[in-house]
């Protein structure tokens, strides 16, 4: 079965300091890689897709299939960064979402 | 951008009563609808993903008795959570996709918080 690890329930960093969260799948078979962004009162929205290979925000995040990794990087950040992030695996024909337990990022001045 | 609503945004319901939430896709058809649960501090949980017209798929574990969900339109999806009971309470989480060509990105509405007293 699928599963998705995000050992850090929170990660606290000062601003303009690199950040790095960490996301670690397993999956027989090949994978779809999200990170989705909760923001205070928000609703849960995409970051970015492992096959757009883009960068949202700063944020960049490489699949690295034999480490099982997804991990989310930004080199600086900043006080707007502050939310909770959740890696995101999809499986199955119906693209249906395996979570992580979530990193609430904070970011402090 | 695709907007998703759910309604209402928070209920409290006693204990052996139903209580039906809305998920609603504003301005795109949404093929393919999934509800999911998530307790305090941790993930959110798939429960289901419906499509529309035909049968909800229910993950494992999840009473398709109890939880019942109907994806009538393009636009609406409810579920239904029959006899509540104080362990049903928990915040539910809808999420709408669109069809083939939309990228298959799912948007998420804003979440339905259950208390059953």
């Known amino acids: 079965a699928q599963r998705v690890t995000q050992p850090e329930k929170l990660l606290s960093v000062f601003k303009g300091a690199p950040v790095e969260l960490k996301c670690n799948y397993s999956y027989s078979g090949s994978p779809e890689l999200f990170w989705y962004v909760q923001y205070s009162r928000q609703r849960l929205q995409l970051l970015l897709r492992?096959?757009s290979r883009e960068s949202i925000k700063g944020f960049t995040a490489d699949l690295n299939k034999g480490e099982t990794s997804f991990h989310l990087k930004k080199p600086f950040a900043q006080e707007e960064d502050s939310a909770m992030y959740y890696c995101a695996l999809s499986t199955g024909g119906g693209n249906k979402l395996t979570f992580g337990t979530g990193t609430q990022l904070k970011v402090e001045l | 951008g695709a907007v998703v609503s759910q309604h209402p945004s928070w209920v409290i319901c006693k204990s052996g009563t139903s209580v039906k939430i809305e998920c609603r896709s504003l301005d795109f058809q949404a093929t393919t609808m999934f509800w999911y649960r998530q307790f305090p501090k941790q993930s959110l949980m798939l429960m289901a993903t419906?499509?529309?017209?035909?049968?909800?798929?229910?993950e494992q574990g999840v009473e398709k008795d109890k939880f019942l969900i109907n994806h009538a339109s393009l636009t609406l999806s409810t579920l239904t959570v029959t006899s509540a009971h104080p362990e049903d309470s928990s915040f539910y989480i809808c999420?709408?996709?669109?069809?083939?060509?939309?990228?298959?990105?799912?948007?998420f509405g804003p979440g339905t918080r259950l208390t059953v007293t």
């Open positions: 419906s499509n529309e017209g035909s049968k909800a798929t229910y």
């Open positions: 492992h096959i």
């Open positions: 999420s709408a996709r669109g069809g083939y060509g939309s990228g298959n990105e799912q948007y």
